[in-house]
């Protein structure tokens, strides 16, 4: 349990960082720390409105010969065009980041990073 009313002492605390670091004790995460620590936050994440339209009009390509190629500019430009919706520009840089963190096939190409989606 974490108790709340008790008053910490950071010397102490610095100190026995301190201490472990300098006997070897790791203290930054490593990518296997990191993909438990995405899983057990994913049921806290919030699903943005432009994620759940995103859903709504594409899904992920499961073969290599089906669907298309996309960047996340004409991802954005055919859900602005199915939802007759001025979708604000603003939030390219935000929904690409968003298409990342679903996992969905990407690679980068000379139109820049481009992912493998189907229409629905």
């Not at 720390?33 to 994913?42: F, G, S, V, Y």
């Amino acid at each position: 349990p974490i108790y709340t009313n008790v008053t910490i002492n950071y010397k102490q605390l610095y100190a026995q960082a301190m201490d472990a670091i300098y006997k070897g004790e790791r203290y930054w995460l490593n990518d296997e720390d990191e993909a438990i620590l995405k899983e057990t936050n994913r049921d806290f994440e919030q699903i943005s409105p432009l994620e759940q339209l995103f859903h709504c009009y594409f899904r992920v390509a499961e073969e290599e010969r089906e669907g298309e190629w996309l960047t996340a500019m004409e991802i954005f430009n055919y859900l602005q065009q199915k939802t007759r919706d001025k979708l604000s520009v603003s939030k390219i840089g935000h929904f690409g980041r968003s298409l990342k963190k679903l996992d969905i096939p990407c690679k980068k190409s000379n139109r820049g990073t481009v992912y493998h989606l189907v229409r629905l």
